[in-house]
């Protein structure tokens, strides 16, 4: 059964560092989402992407964070400047179109110390 | 240090039994809704999503009901199993293509 993929599994940095997660959607997909949960909390939307660029983003998509589909396979995040409050599960997730099911990876926990 | 998470709210239910979970959304505008399941340590996993236009949707043992006039949700669960056991949450989505996720509920299943 096709899945999204996600590595690393778990991340440890710095404050200040910057932090790249990447994942690999499902092939046939056409739509990619950043979503995060901070230990305990509700899932929650980062940003979508579409057609080569982000097509909706919330107000935690700050001017930190970026995306970049750089080739065929690969859909990543981007953290500039990582701060503790950035400590939290990151999903990437995908979907055939805007309405139909998201399917999520695994997750990378994100540690910033 | 570390924040405070939420309370999730726990339904505990004997293994065979059927498992009723609620879920209260915010957007009269969103055009469909899914639920979710997640176990520990892993990503969401879709069970059953419903159109806003339809009031009830069935899949293998699961239910999903749609009332809009109050703005509620539910995912049945018949003949609860120990493997059910995870947290539950509904999402509901529409134009922009994000989901906007509740806050959860965790449903233990006692053998």
């Known amino acids: 059964e096709p899945e999204v993929t996600q590595t690393p599994s778990h991340q440890v940095t710095q404050m200040g560092q910057e932090v790249i997660l990447r994942c690999v959607p499902i092939?046939?997909?056409?739509?990619f989402y950043w979503y995060r949960q901070i230990l305990g909390q509700k899932v929650e939307f980062l940003v979508s992407?579409?057609?080569?660029?982000?097509?909706?983003k919330s107000e935690i998509f700050d001017d930190q964070f970026s995306v970049e589909r750089p080739d065929g396979s690969n859909f990543t995040l981007k953290i500039r400047s990582t701060k503790l409050e950035d400590s939290a599960m990151y999903f990437c997730?995908?979907?055939?179109?805007?309405?139909?099911?998201?399917?999520f990876g695994q997750g990378t926990r994100l540690t910033v110390v | 240090g570390e924040s405070v998470g939420l309370h999730l709210p726990t339904l505990s239910v004997q293994e065979g039994d059927n498992s009723i979970i609620n879920c209260a959304y915010s957007n009269s505008a969103s055009d469909y809704f899914i639920w979710y399941k997640q176990e520990s340590g892993k990503g969401p996993q879709f069970i059953i999503d419903i159109r806003s236009n339809m009031d009830k949707r069935q899949g293998q043992r699961v239910t999903v009901l749609l009332n809009k006039t109050v703005k509620h949700l539910s995912l049945q669960i018949a003949a609860t199993q120990p493997g059910d056991s995870a947290v539950y949450f509904c999402a509901e989505g529409g134009a922009g293509n994000m989901l906007t996720f509740g806050g959860g509920t965790r449903l233990m299943v006692k053998p």
């Open positions: 997730a995908s979907s055939t179109d805007g309405t139909a099911e998201a399917f």
């Open positions: 992407f579409y057609n080569n660029e982000i097509s909706e």
């Open positions: 092939s046939n997909h056409l739509y």
